[in-house]
């Protein structure tokens, strides 16, 4: 299984949903730096499950153990490991699923790849719920890139047909950084909760799910970090974001929107601004040539309605190789789009660190 992110800074994420526990280990953490975990638990309740009506009503405290890597707060340079207990769990809910796939989940896939031995229980390694561990590696991650001046943030920008405001992909308020960094429904614009909310109420009452996308903006980048071909920041960025089961699309700057734009408008003028060099606009989504050149990297991540809804649905009946229905029991989120939010974050995060 792929489940070692980065080359200078890697992350390894294992566990299964209804496993004993989930975790994450990281190598390549600098020795010496002191860690704030009040900072790294703020970002794992943003993601927690069972808070909010808009989320599963699984309940997790999601603390992360740490057995090796840090000492009194502080990084001792030996790979930091961190254990999330499981608590919760019913895995009485998802007894017939090896033989009856959920359609939208990985259940039929991994069953052909791994000859039925692989972990149905709530998904198991392909489950949402192993995002936690990546959460806690983008929380230490982000104090160092701050440390750096380089900050990330996100935030809800539609859930179904219901829009917030996009980033100012030119200047993004530092102020505005800090107040969606600490959201648990993450908007620029606060007056689009309540449309949002009922979305994603109309969904749930339905026995249904809505999907979303969040868009992210990292500032402070410098530069000069990326490569051409493979080794482009898009490319690192967008394998992180990919890591995240419920990503299904991946836009920089304008994004598609710029296949109907001409050369004239979707090129962003140069200008020398306080004795640097900036961009008018920011189409390229502050990366040119695979390389940041300074601006802020912004990005979109398109996030699938959660495929696990209690309306009956047609599958097949693996044993009997015959066509079957399935009604998925279980707790669900009728939209991950909020708890999302830190996820993309937290991969940001890790994506950004390796680059730099």
């Known amino acids: 299984m792929g489940a070692t992110f980065g080359d200078k800074l890697k992350i390894t994420v294992f566990g299964e949903s209804h496993g004993g526990g989930i975790g994450v280990v990281i190598d390549g953490l600098p020795a010496g730096f002191k860690i704030d975990t009040d900072k790294v638990l703020a970002q794992m309740a943003r993601r927690a499950p069972g808070r909010d009506k ?14 090796s890597g840090m000492l009194d707060d502080t990084l001792t340079g030996a790979p930091l490991c961190a254990v999330i207990e499981n608590t ?12 009856h796939p959920r359609p939208g989940h990985s259940d039929y896939a991994a069953f052909v790849k791994y000859g039925g031995a692989n972990d149905i229980r709530g998904g198991g390694h392909f489950s949402g719920r192993l995002t936690a561990p990546i959460v806690f590696a983008g929380a230490v991650c982000r104090q160092i890139l701050e440390s750096r001046g380089i900050a990330i943030a996100a935030h809800i920008q539609s859930v179904g047909s219901v829009s917030d405001e996009l980033f100012d992909p030119v200047s993004i308020d530092g102020e505005l950084i800090r107040r969606l960094n600490s ?17 994603i109420e109309s969904a749930r009452f339905d026995g249904d799910s809505v999907g979303g ?8 980048v410098p530069a000069g970090f990326g490569g051409p071909l493979f080794g482009g920041a898009e490319g690192v960025i967008s394998q992180a974001l990919f890591g995240i089961p419920a990503v299904k699309g991946v836009e920089f700057g304008a994004g598609f929107a710029s296949a109907a734009l001409r050369g004239s408008q979707n090129n962003d003028p140069f200008r020398v601004e ?8 920011n189409n390229c989504g502050g990366i040119l040539g695979g390389i940041t050149d300074g601006m802020p990297v912004v990005f979109r991540a398109a996030i699938k309605p959660t495929p696990s809804i209690s309306q009956p ?7 009997r190789m015959e066509n079957a229905e399935i009604a998925v029991k279980g707790r669900h989120d009728p939209c991950i789009v909020p708890r999302a ?3 993309v974050e937290a991969a940001a995060a890790v994506a950004i660190i390796n680059l730099i």
């Open 54 to 67: 808009t989320a599963t009503p699984r309940k997790e405290s999601d603390l992360p153990r740490v057995l």
């Open 88 to 99: 919760n769990t019913r895995s009485g809910d998802y007894g017939s699923l090896l033989t």
């Open 183 to 199: 959201s648990s429904f993450a908007l620029i614009d606060e007056s689009r909760e309540d449309d949002m909310r009922r979305e």
């Open 213 to 220: 996308v969040i868009e992210c903006a990292v500032t402070g």
């Open 274 to 281: 306080n004795g640097r060099v900036v961009t008018e606009t």
């Open 313 to 319: 649905q047609r599958t097949v009946d693996l044993e």
């Open 341 to 343: 939010v830190p996820v």
